[in-house]
């Protein structure tokens, strides 16, 4: 656990030089990580991160910013809370295309293998998601898998047509 801990406020701090990541690296610093054995790699409920330390501190430098930074746009771009009724495996993936290629046209190194088309550019994660169900695509999503928010945290005010 001290690994842990020594690699998360390593990457923490690291992630205050990307001058463009300010307001995520923020949002990030605010939210609870918690570390979580029980799970495969991490995963967020929009509230929390849950975080498993095994799998985190076998990450590259570059991983590991990239995983931290995922979580804090899926929180900020409330999809947790913006799944509502959908396919929770396409949602997932519909989120991950969103959230991938922001981070890559921020300038972050997005992992072999993750979730990434350009032609996604300007769409939201609906419009995503849609394109997903009408071409009967199931791709696996990344591995920050969304929770639906603890009663209370779901942000009802949502219209589904939100921005990411």
């Known amino acids: 656990m001290k690994q842990f801990n020594r690699e998360l406020s390593t990457t923490k701090m690291q992630l205050l030089s990307h001058k463009s990541l300010g307001f995520f690296a923020y949002l990030l610093f605010n939210l609870k990580i918690i570390p979580d054995s029980d799970i495969e790699t991490m995963k967020t409920n929009g509230i929390d991160i849950m975080v498993n330390p095994d799998w985190f501190v076998s990450l590259d430098k570059d991983t590991r910013i990239y995983a931290l930074m995922s979580a804090p746009m899926h929180v900020a771009l409330q999809h ?32 072999e293998g993750a979730l990434l088309n350009t032609e996604f550019r ?41 921005d990411g």
């Open 80 to 111: 947790p809370s913006r799944m509502q009724g959908r396919e929770p495996k396409q949602w997932m993936a519909a989120s991950d295309y969103t959230v991938n290629l922001a981070l890559h046209d921020y300038g972050l190194t997005v992992p």
């Open 122 to 162: 300007g769409h939201t994660t609906e419009k995503i998601y849609e394109f997903l169900r009408q071409e009967n695509q199931n791709p696996e999503p990344d591995y920050d898998d969304l929770q639906k928010p603890p009663v209370g945290g779901d942000g009802n005010s949502d219209s589904g047509d939100g």
